[in-house]
């Protein structure tokens, strides 16, 4: 086999490989995007992390001279990285802020105390007693399947 035949065998697996590796860096850069508008930077972390490996995959179809996936999966980040940020300004000067946990925690208290006092009074339950079941010294065993269950016997 020549070295031509054997290039054009690499770069007819390598370029979809590619391809996919790009798909996936956008979509990483995307939520990438969306967690620095919401400040979320353990989110934005792991995002490009996967990113990273991502565009390495995406470089693979570099190998037929196919350039796109990898300047695509670059762009993706540059370009969400700069809407996120920007994203985060507007909504900052608008005084537009996403709830802390305390903030969703007192509001969950509130609509619990809310319901509370529109309920009405609480109903109470009387206990229930059961009357104990007689076994023999040695019980009876039942098959089902493959579990082996212990079943009381009734004294008569």
Not at 93 to 117: F, H, L, S
Request: charged share 10%.
């Amino acid at each position: 086999m020549t070295t031509w035949r054997v290039a054009s065998d690499l770069a007819a697996i390598m370029v979809p490989i590619g391809t996919g590796g790009a798909v996936l860096a956008v979509l990483c850069a995307l939520v990438a995007g969306f967690a620095i508008a919401r400040g979320a930077g353990g989110l934005t972390g792991g995002a490009v992390g996967i990113w990273i490996p991502a565009a390495m995959v995406s470089s693979m179809a570099g190998f037929a001279n196919d350039w796109m996936p990898l300047i695509a999966a670059g762009g993706s980040l540059g370009g969400f990285i700069v809407l996120g940020s920007i994203a985060r300004g507007v909504l900052h000067a608008t005084g537009a802020e996403w709830p802390t946990r305390r903030e969703k925690a007192d509001a969950a208290e509130q609509i619990g105390a809310d319901a509370a006092a529109t309920a009405g009074p609480a109903a109470t339950v009387a206990p229930v007693s059961v009357p104990a079941v007689a076994t023999s010294a040695a019980p009876s065993v039942s098959t089902v399947g493959p579990l082996t269950m212990p079943v009381p016997v009734q004294a008569a």
